[in-house]
């Protein structure tokens, strides 16, 4: 079984300081909580940026401050900007992070309900054009799956070129409108992708401990970090995104199954740098 990698997702465009205020906002906020991750073990950081007072946005130029300083705390990290961004931004405005040359960057690969009147907008075209400008750039796609049919819909967009192999999918489950977060529905997920592809996995909320556990027995990687989870167990808040990876590496070590550093994860993903 390969190592395990570890993405810490920091920030998100969705989770406020108000559900927990260890959430980063400034670009300071931002190095120093993808430090916290590293240092505890994560080689990905999944980046999205914000403006001091929490508004997301996709700017190119906010990107490059918040990846400068997260290079500075921890040079070898891998930094995976988001180009799915918030609900309602234009394409060209979320694929800003991808001008900057990072070495990966999701891909998101369908349009699911996000709560509410609320959106996610992926049509067919734009996921194209997504996957164009990726291999344009030759940046490594993280393939977010929010349901199966998005898996098939990768898997199309695969055959007709737009997407490479091998293919690295994020399972994201239990989000309000995509797939449940049960093991039956991992289990489907998990079954589904090629047996060259490599899959992480991010549980939303409650569901983010025990899908890690089963990504660790099953061989395959793990994403936490405040944008799915702000809390370490139940009703007890986590102090910062470091926490959360903390508790991972507890829960691999028990399993036997050992963390991949960032070069580790290089070779696992075919990342070239
Ligand atoms: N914030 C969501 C609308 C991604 O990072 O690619 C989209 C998202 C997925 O978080
Ligand atoms: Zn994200």
């Not at 969705?14 to 205020?21: A, I, T, Y």
């Not at 980046?47 to 500075?72: C, M, W, Y």
């Not at 070495?103 to 734009?126: K, P, S």
């Not at 194209?128 to 929010?146: A, D, H, N, S, T």
Request: proline residues 4%; aromatic residues 6%; contains cysteine.
């Amino acid at each position: 079984m390969e190592k395990l990698i570890i993405t810490a997702a920091i920030c998100g465009a969705e989770v406020l300081k108000e559900h927990n205020p260890a959430v980063p906002y400034t670009v300071e906020e931002c190095a120093r909580e993808a430090k916290l991750a590293y240092d505890a073990g994560a080689s990905i950081i999944h980046l999205h940026v914000r403006e001091d007072d929490g508004t997301p946005t996709q700017s190119k130029a906010r990107f490059e401050a918040v990846i400068n300083a997260i290079r500075k705390a921890c040079p070898d990290v891998i930094i995976q900007p988001s180009t799915g961004g918030a609900v309602g931004m234009t394409n060209d405005e979320r694929l800003q992070p991808t001008e900057l040359n990072p070495e990966m960057a999701t891909l998101d690969c369908g349009t699911l309900n996000f709560g509410g009147d609320e959106i996610f907008e992926n049509t067919e075209n734009t996921i194209k054009y997504f996957g164009e400008k990726m291999i344009e750039r030759g940046i490594k796609p993280e393939l977010e799956v929010f349901d199966k049919s998005m898996i098939d819909m990768a898997l199309r967009l695969n055959k007709k070129g737009y997407i490479k192999n091998p293919m690295h999918f994020d399972f994201v489950m239990g989000v309000n409108g995509g797939i449940g977060g049960d093991l039956r529905d991992f289990v489907f997920l998990r079954g589904s992708i090629p047996s060259d592809a490599t899959y992480t996995v991010a549980g939303i909320g409650r569901y983010e401990f025990p899908l890690a556990m089963a990504a660790i027995i099953d061989g395959g990687h793990v994403r936490v970090g405040f944008e799915d989870n702000v809390y370490l167990s139940k009703g007890v808040l986590a102090k910062s995104n470091g926490e959360l990876v903390e508790k991972v590496v507890r829960m691999a070590n028990e399993m036997g199954r050992a963390v991949a550093t960032p070069e580790e994860t290089r070779r696992i993903l075919g990342l070239k740098k």
